[in-house]
């Protein structure tokens, strides 16, 4: 199956999640906003945004064209993906839970953009700096710490260990945390590096992740965009508190 | 099949769109934490959420006990509820369709949630009332016509009828859209006075919704809570602007 993944150029952001799954199991796919040429680029993803001829028309990107479905939603992308690239286990209960998990980390992500705009997405951050300073001293204390305990607990109380999320194999949630790290090092750096001890679990699936051999030549690929302060994941020092 | 639902007794919150489900199918279910008596209440549902032996945690309520599994996530309880309840299509990609559309609405739902609570969860309304003053500004001009242009283009686009938000039966997304419009009314009376003549088929189905019989008898019980403030949708005049 050819797949064709139409997100924001120039961020990683939420596409990054499916991209990592597609790039783990090399999967043949085009990152279509990305390329230039005829049907391609940001013209042919607000296509799909715009045109009210499009049945199921997606609400915001990341999306998913396979065939002739298009499917968005980046928790509903990688539900759907799972099966057909092998990342999520068989059955039925095991991929409820694994959908779970990814809908908690939708959740994360969510309050993780929020804290650099927690007045409205139309406002630079400069123009909400002091709200979101307000806001990061919560986020800092208390919602990172609870996000991340839940899932080391996670980790922890897997019955077949704690080398994955879920089951004895790799699934998408296990890279999606490995997105989730890596970013919250980039964004908050030093909250991150007094809280890492408490997580060890985490961490190590992180290093794990990072070292796997596809991912890897990903991450030092022209493919993997660096994290940068236009995306869901940003470095302001005065918010690292 | 008897149906546990854990979530905060005293509003609707997001435990609400799954009630609605249930009641629609006249489902055999208990809602533990309204509940008294042993293995019941507040204390029953805390029991899953801290007790470190619980295979599969929920972060947090809503959680539907089914026989022996426990599902967490507003959305993925109605993915699993929908073909117990007949309340979605058979087909694979109609389902996906339905469960893009309710992430959507949880997405919607938590931008609502946060115009009250700008900053942080743990601080009240008024100890973030100037933050939310200026958010809902951009709330009430931007976000409610966004969702609501959508998701009135999808019913438009439905091609089996504007009846329906996806085929040409009930499903538990037209349950939730009717949920969304009674909240933003109570939350927003004055601006969704001016903007609903836009959305004339989401007032419908609204409608609709409200007079089928299994519906209509249930928001006449004890089992439907009133909105209030200490909920999702909340009544601030000085929000409503």
Redesign the interface.
Known sequence: MHYELYYWPGIQGRGEFVRLALEEASADYADVARLSGRDKGLTAMMYFLEN?K??????APPFLKAGK?I???T??IL??LGPQLGLVPKAG?TR??A??LQ??IA?FV?EIH?VHH???G??YYHQ?KS?AK??AG??TQ?RIAK?LY?FE??LK?N?EGSNYMLGRRLSYVDLSIFQLIAGLRYAFPKRMKQLEPEYPRLVTVHDRIASRPNIAIYLTSDRRMPFNNNDVFRYYPELDT
């Not at 499009?54 to 609400?59: D, H, L, Q």
Request: proline fraction near 9%; hydrophobic fraction near 35%; aromatic fraction near 16%.
């Open positions: 009210s499009i049945n199921c028309p997606p609400f479905i499917i968005a939603q928790s509903n539900q759907y209960a409820l839970w959908h779970q809908l908690t959740d969510g929020d927690p007045v409205s139309s406002l909400q709200e307000r806001r919560f986020f208390e996000f839940y607990r996670v109380g019955p």
